[in-house]
């Protein structure tokens, strides 16, 4: 079973405007990470924020924030203020506990294509 | 930022052949990952290494492939031998610690399997 599903194949946004992505994440751990990243045309891979599951705020980087639904296991990425060069796939990637803490599980990804 | 360096960027080689993929990963950092990303699909995990060892391995890494770092050299993925399936991206990342760090990826190495 998939520990991390993005139902989001693509989405298309006009620039300016703020797009959210969804994920949900399955796993039976109390403490765990839940991060998004973004793949570039080039395939480069870059870090874009991270949400401890322990806390509470969602948390926020620039233009980047998070919806972290706990209960839902929910964990959307918020970008506001798109700009042409957002247009990328988006990954969502949770990291559990013991024994597995040291792996990183991604979802599917979600093609952004910001147009101006 | 730091950087994960990864040599070559592509790879073409020959069915049954052996390749080895080269990772520096940031100068700092502790533990090694290798994952592998067929065209257009998630990312999938194949290992991580740490202290000079496996520390986990997924269902990907089949026996025909091994990691290592000896001292002061490259982390690499060798695959011997080599096998159509195996054509994929292939990610090294890095990070400091095993909690909550975060992974600084390299820029992937593209290897096709003829």
């Known amino acids: 079973a998939q520990k991390v599903t993005q139902t989001q194949t693509s989405i298309s946004v006009m620039e300016k405007t703020t797009v959210t992505m969804d994920c949900v994440y399955e796993t039976q751990d109390s403490s765990y990470f839940l991060f998004w990243y973004k793949q570039t045309a080039s395939g480069e891979i870059v870090f874009l924020i991270r949400q401890d599951s322990y806390k509470k705020e969602n948390a926020t980087v620039g233009h980047y924030s998070l919806n972290f639904q706990k209960p839902k296991s929910s964990i959307g990425l918020i970008i506001t203020a798109t700009q042409i060069e957002d247009s990328a796939v988006y990954f969502c990637a949770m990291r559990e506990g013991m024994p597995n803490y040291n792996v990183l599980y991604f979802g599917s990804g979600t093609k952004l294509t910001v147009e101006p | 930022g730091p950087k994960v360096l990864q040599i070559p960027s592509h790879q073409i080689i020959d069915m049954g052949q052996m390749v080895t993929l080269n990772c520096d990963p940031v100068?700092?950092?502790?533990?090694f990952y290798w994952y592998k990303q067929i065209l257009g699909q998630q990312m999938e995990f194949l290992v991580n290494?740490?202290?000079?060892?496996?520390?986990?391995k997924s269902k990907l890494f089949k026996d025909q492939f091994s990691v290592e770092r000896p001292d002061g050299s490259y982390f690499t993925l060798k695959i011997q031998p080599t096998a159509l399936e195996d054509s994929a991206v292939y990610f090294c990342a890095s990070s400091f610690a095993s909690s909550n760090s975060d992974y600084t990826f390299g820029s992937g190495t593209r290897l096709l399997v003829i």
């Open positions: 290494f740490y202290n000079g060892k496996v520390m986990e």
């Open positions: 100068s700092n950092h502790l533990y």
